[in-house]
């Protein structure tokens, strides 16, 4: 068992356990509470939270200390996967192999529900009683950035108007920069914010976030080619068919691949900077770049 | 000119520009900036705001302290007007007389619109240099529990279920409560946080909120019956037309007005509690109470 592994055998448990706590025993409508929580508990990779309880290990400190500014990465990555599966976005009816929130619920619903996990994600963090004022503000405002018209909303923007046309590879990886590194940067920042790092090390992971980010979504498009359907549970060659502008369609698949040893080697190097321990931010790193699924 | 008229015409400009410049000189998308500015600066009544600023007045101190909170639930209530707009939820082509969002930049970047509002409405209570800490905490944390599952988005659902069936004037009265009253109530108890008002104040400007809430809902519904579709902007007899629950439908016209005048007299007795000069939040009430549009 690699270290990585073990660190999930810890925490996984614990983090879904949390998560859910925090959508139950909630005095709301019945049915906002049960789209909430379908959302919620669909599970996924849980990368985001887990890193921010990985970093907070990685400066030896208690890795549950993480849990809050976890749960509320979470819940804004929910939230934008409930809202860019409905009709009016992406239009899909399944995901990981379950029915999209709002075909179970409506479109109106499963609307609310990805609004009201917004406020949910902030509202965590100025509950958490372990952690200090100025740690509350700070992960306010770096989520509020890292989700927003400065974040992940802007390359949710930026992809759409990209389907319009061919684009660069200095645009994609803007837009994926945007899109999926904003909220690996604020995981990555909530948990050294949270073991008091300083801020050249916070520097450093945010380079670090920015590499494995674009990674993330290179290897996505490689698996998209490559992987096996069994395994990544949709049709291969579907970015193919819908004519999305994707890293092996500009590069080639063996640039892909180039590309993507590039941006591990960036982060490596990224992370080599940060006065912790590397290991299991490595580990993760490894997981991101190689993973079949 | 009332003391409510000079007010506004003191703090409604400065108000606007606020809140413009909260989306302008912002590095995003062009498209969505456009799209957040069309809705931000569409107008409306600003109740909310300015209610934020006169609680500060009326304890003696400046207003001017009160432009972030104000325009943090600003950008609430415009978030929630542009999904509720959508065709998924009330399929409304025209707001004030003008074209809904997504009837001018289509669903999907409406949706996104709203969906960057809320991250922006929480980041600015974090930028503001003149609250304290301990104020900023409490605001996020107000604004959060006023705008999720706790508040407008609880309401919102609880609206849509009401619309297939019979209800009672309680449970009407607990729709306003969360739909319209707790973003009311967040703006007087933000505008008592800046002021360091005593809990025992925030207790009665909370009691406050609620009936001028409820009593505001009253009112529309009135209007929909009594009103001059000249003057509100759309057709009369719309609730009708659509078999909502109303207040007349259930009361009766001269029921709900005597409703009506209940909570006024309810809201008079609350803020006569709060140890503030009264004249400014007594004219917001009458203001809501005797409005014609």
């Known amino acids: 068992m690699t270290r990585l ?17 925090s959508v139950e025993n909630v005095q709301t409508a019945v049915s906002l509470q049960k789209a909430m929580r379908y959302s919620l508990e669909a599970g996924g990779k849980r990368i985001r939270p887990m890193l921010v309880l990985a970093v907070i290990e990685s400066f030896g400190q208690n890795p549950q200390l993480g849990l809050s500014a976890a749960a509320a990465v979470e819940m804004i990555h929910t939230y934008s996967l409930i809202h860019d599966d409905l009709p009016c976005m992406d239009d899909d009816d399944l995901r990981r192999g379950k029915p999209t929130n709002h075909k179970v619920f409506g479109d109106a619903l499963a609307t609310l529900a ?3 996990m917004q406020p949910a994600a902030f509202h965590i963090l100025t509950l958490e ?4 004022n100025i740690q509350k503000i700070r992960l306010v405002s770096e989520l509020s950035v890292a989700a927003g018209m400065h974040g992940m909303v802007r390359g949710q923007v930026d992809d759409i108007e990209a389907e319009q046309g061919d684009i660069s590879i200095e645009e994609l990886e803007a837009i994926h920069f945007y899109k999926t590194a904003k909220l690996i940067e604020y995981s990555l920042v909530a948990g050294a914010i949270l073991a008091n790092a300083s801020d050249q090390d916070i520097i450093h992971l945010k380079q670090f976030a920015k590499h494995i980010g674009i990674a993330f979504q290179i290897q996505d498009d490689i698996l998209d080619i490559e992987g096996d359907e069994q ?4 049709p291969v060659g579907s970015d193919i068919d819908n004519f999305k502008s994707t890293y092996p369609a500009i590069l080639g698949l063996a640039g892909a691949k180039a590309h993507l040893a590039s941006h591990d080697e960036a982060a490596r190097q ?4 940060v006065a912790c321990d590397h290991d299991l931010l490595t580990q993760f790193l490894e997981m991101v770049v190689t993973r079949k699924k």
């Open 5 to 21: 592994d073990a660190f999930f055998a810890e925490n996984l448990n614990g983090f879904e356990r949390f998560l859910l706590a």
């Open 270 to 273: 990224a992370l080599s900077k």
């Open 114 to 116: 990805g609004d009201a």
């Open 231 to 234: 395994v990544i549970g949709k």
């Open 129 to 132: 009683a372990q952690y200090t």
